[in-house]
């Protein structure tokens, strides 16, 4: 669940109480099983814990950067590095509060943190995770909600980077992740 549970404290909580015994528990059995965690609304110290309890490689598959916007649900430098680090991807979340914080994000905001992203974990490490469902409608000034998204941010990082750094952040890198962690 996004927001605090039986097994974990949340980003959201405000609150660093991190995994619960059960959380321990579960995430050492997930580990066992080959079961990819997802970080992204972990509580910092829960971040942590999961990462000194799995050995997989891990996801955040909607979050952006603390140095760009210092929001809770934001990774920290050394979280990001330590997602790329173990071959896992950030996936770059387009809600507003997240980008910019509170006031009215636009799309430089959103290559900002791309910007940032690239410099300090590279170009194998970033994707698309947008949270379309969870903006509640809101989402930066220059998107068009009548047009596909997915589409209107690759024109967009078409504009400033090259060809194969976008096609890696619009989809390459989460299959590529796909293919060297899933077994089918």
């Known amino acids: 669940a996004w927001d605090k549970n039986e097994l974990s404290s949340a980003a959201s909580d405000h609150i660093q ?6 959380g321990r528990k579960m995430i050492t059995r997930m580990a066992e099983f080959g079961i990819i965690l997802d970080v992204s609304h972990l509580s910092d110290q829960a971040f942590y814990e999961a990462f000194e309890l799995s050995p997989m490689p891990h996801i955040a598959t909607h979050s952006n950067f603390r140095a760009v916007c210092d929001h809770d649900r934001n990774l920290t430098d050394e979280m990001a590095k330590m997602i790329a680090s173990r071959g896992g991807v950030i996936g770059l979340n387009l809600y ?11 799309t430089d905001d959103i290559l900002r943190h791309v910007d940032y992203g690239l410099s300090l974990v590279g170009d194998r490490a970033l994707a ?15 998107i068009d909600t009548g047009r596909s998204i997915h589409d209107q941010v690759i024109e967009l990082l078409l504009s400033k980077y090259p060809t194969s750094t976008v096609e890696r952040i619009a ?7 796909l293919k060297d962690n899933l077994s089918i």
């Open 17 to 22: 109480t991190g995994l619960t015994l059960e």
């Open 96 to 106: 507003p509060d997240f980008l910019r914080g509170h006031g009215c994000a636009d």
């Open 128 to 142: 698309f995770g947008f949270d379309i469902d969870g903006t509640d409608g809101k989402y930066p000034s220059g």
């Open 171 to 177: 989809g390459e890198n989460v299959i590529d992740f």
